[in-house]
């Protein structure tokens, strides 16, 4: 008899998280889409409609609305609304509040796309592109203490170096404007996210034991056995986060272990800071022309990574879709074999986590390669911080010890993992 799977996280009961992430934190990043649309709309009648269309979503969030079929022609389209009508329960509609938390705010996305996509002047509109790109500016001490660590050299075994790397990686997903929506709106709020940056290995040093499965070891395992192999990247947020992610690949790419990165950037405008193409192209042009000598000299390397043919961008709609990772094989199968190329996978951040949990809530306990090995037939590692009620692969008792000490340590931030399939 096949295992009953445990519940996907849904918006059910007042007053936790997901709950007040539907009725409080989506509205509010909603409604700065709205501003940035009209802002970018003028006088232009058919920009206009498409910020009304917006409004329309907001009142349609706020009033528990049915959640209508994907009808803007894109290739997307069709998978969206067969998972929409698969996720209907009885004949009742469909609802925001009664979705699973991860399809309604997947579709909350993909509806701001749909109604730029109905004026030519926004179809391409990104409406989170300036605060991504405040984000940036507000990380500029953090990024210039780290360019002068990585240019300088990290200290330590090549193990030691690659720890540090990946823990900074790791903790450079605590910026997510997503959570933050109305952080760049005040000095206090660009504080709070300044403060979230780790920097130096001495910052690391109290975090370790925020750390709640740590598999760098084995990782390290991995990746010391490569010479010239191919490392992909599925990246979560811009700013801080994707420059920690890129001394972390710069590394690896100039110690020999990686010949190719493989880039995997995000089509749509996504989760207010996910990096597109466009995010991640402009961040590198922008370092590269920084006045601090060693934020530029990494700005040039990465330049020349990317002009050698070295490292790669790529963008696939599955990276959009409001589907568990699981689901790859069917929906994007030439996805999954590209992926099956690389000699290691990395997977920033906690969406890419909560679709590899397929976003149910798993007993802590539960191991980690028994929930995600659906996902691809190559060496994967998930470095991600707890900001969702989901986690497994953690040893018995850490999740009690945790939330002994700090209730809501699932979605506070604080916490931690680094966790791994290692396949031969």
Same mark, same amino acid.
Request: aromatic fraction near 8%; include cysteine.
């Given at each position: 008899?096949?295992?009953?799977?445990?519940?996907?996280?849904?918006?059910?009961?007042?007053?936790?998280?997901?709950?007040?992430?539907?009725?409080? =934190?989506?509205?509010? !990043?909603? =409604?700065?889409? $709205?501003?940035?649309?009209?802002?970018?709309?003028?006088?232009?009648?058919?920009?206009?409609?498409?910020?009304?269309?917006?409004?329309?979503?907001?009142?349609?969030?706020?009033?528990?609305?049915?959640?209508?079929?994907?009808?803007?022609?894109? &290739?997307?389209? %069709?998978?969206?609304?067969?998972?929409?009508?698969?996720?209907?329960?009885?004949?009742?509609?469909?609802?925001?509040?009664? %979705?699973?938390?991860?399809?309604?705010?997947?579709?909350?996305?993909?509806?701001?796309?749909?109604?730029?996509?109905?004026?030519?002047?926004?179809?391409?509109? &990104?409406?989170?592109?300036?605060?991504?790109?405040?984000?940036?500016?507000?990380?500029?001490?953090?990024?210039?203490?780290?360019?002068?660590?990585?240019?300088?050299?990290?200290?330590?075994?090549?193990?030691?170096?690659?720890?540090?790397?990946?823990?900074?990686?790791?903790?450079?997903?605590?910026?997510?404007?997503?959570?933050?929506?109305?952080?760049?709106?005040?000095?206090?709020?660009?504080?709070?996210?300044?403060?979230?940056?780790?920097?130096?290995?001495?910052?690391?040093?109290?975090?370790?034991?925020? !750390?709640? *499965? &740590?598999?760098?070891?084995?990782?390290?395992?991995?990746?010391?056995?490569?010479?010239?192999?191919?490392?992909?990247?599925?990246?979560?947020?811009?700013?801080?986060?994707?420059?920690?992610?890129? *001394?972390?690949?710069?590394?690896?790419?100039?110690?020999?272990?990686?010949?190719?990165?493989?880039?995997?950037?995000?089509?749509?405008?996504?989760?207010?800071?996910?990096?597109?193409?466009?995010?991640?192209?402009?961040?590198?042009?922008?370092?590269?022309?920084?006045?601090?000598?060693?934020?530029?000299?990494?700005?040039?390397?990465?330049?020349?990574?990317?002009?050698?043919?070295?490292?790669?961008?790529?963008?696939?709609?599955?990276?959009?879709?409001?589907?568990?990772?699981?689901?790859?094989?069917?929906?994007?199968?030439?996805? =999954?074999?590209?992926?099956?190329?690389?000699?290691?996978?990395?997977?920033?951040?906690?969406?890419?986590?909560?679709?590899?949990?397929?976003?149910?809530?798993?007993?802590?306990?539960?191991?980690?390669?028994?929930?995600?090995?659906?996902? *691809?037939?190559?060496?994967? *590692?998930?470095?991600?911080?707890?900001?969702?009620?989901?986690?497994?692969?953690?040893?018995?008792?850490?999740?009690?010890?945790?939330? %002994?000490?700090?209730?809501?340590?699932? $979605?506070?931030? !604080?916490?931690?993992?680094?966790?791994?399939? !290692?396949?031969?």
């Amino acid at each position: 008899m096949a295992q009953e799977l445990p519940p996907r996280l849904n918006f059910q009961t007042e007053g936790t998280f997901p709950h007040t992430t539907l009725v409080k =934190r989506m509205p509010v !990043i909603l =409604r700065q889409a $709205v501003d940035q649309a009209e802002r970018a709309a003028g006088e232009d009648a058919d920009a206009m409609s498409a910020t009304g269309k917006l409004k329309a979503l907001l009142q349609e969030m706020g009033s528990n609305g049915r959640l209508t079929p994907i009808n803007d022609g894109g &290739d997307d389209a %069709a998978a969206w609304n067969a998972w929409l009508s698969a996720l209907q329960d009885g004949p009742a509609p469909l609802t925001w509040l009664s %979705a699973p938390w991860l399809l309604a705010e997947c579709y909350m996305y993909r509806r701001v796309v749909a109604a730029l996509r109905s004026s030519a002047r926004l179809a391409k509109f &990104d409406p989170f592109l300036e605060s991504k790109q405040q984000s940036f500016s507000g990380a500029a001490a953090a990024i210039r203490e780290l360019s002068g660590l990585v240019v300088a050299g990290v200290p330590g075994t090549p193990a030691e170096q690659f720890a540090v790397l990946i823990q900074l990686s790791l903790w450079g997903n605590k910026m997510d404007l997503s959570l933050h929506a109305d952080a760049m709106e005040s000095e206090a709020g660009e504080q709070a996210l300044q403060d979230m940056q780790s920097r130096s290995v001495a910052s690391l040093a109290p975090l370790k034991e925020n !750390i709640l *499965c &740590d598999t760098t070891q084995a990782v390290w395992g991995k990746v010391a056995g490569l010479r010239g192999g191919r490392i992909d990247v599925v990246l979560d947020n811009a700013g801080y986060e994707l420059f920690t992610d890129l *001394c972390l690949l710069h590394w690896l790419t100039t110690v020999g272990h990686c010949s190719k990165v493989v880039w995997h950037t995000k089509e749509l405008p996504w989760f207010v800071s996910d990096t597109s193409t466009t995010d991640f192209e402009w961040m590198v042009d922008r370092l590269a022309q920084s006045d601090t000598s060693a934020v530029a000299t990494l700005g040039a390397a990465f330049q020349k990574h990317l002009e050698s043919g070295a490292w790669v961008l790529k963008s696939h709609p599955f990276w959009t879709l409001p589907h568990e990772f699981s689901q790859i094989g069917t929906l994007a199968p030439d996805l =999954r074999a590209d992926l099956g190329s690389a000699d290691l996978v990395f997977l920033k951040g906690d969406l890419n986590y909560r679709k590899l949990l397929a976003d149910r809530s798993w007993d802590p306990t539960t191991p980690f390669d028994e929930v995600t090995r659906a996902f *691809c037939d190559t060496t994967f *590692c998930s470095l991600r911080t707890l900001k969702a009620n989901l986690v497994c692969g953690l040893d018995p008792g850490v999740a009690e010890r945790v939330s %002994a000490v700090q209730e809501d340590w699932m $979605v506070a931030g !604080i916490y931690g993992v680094i966790q791994s399939v !290692i396949t031969p």
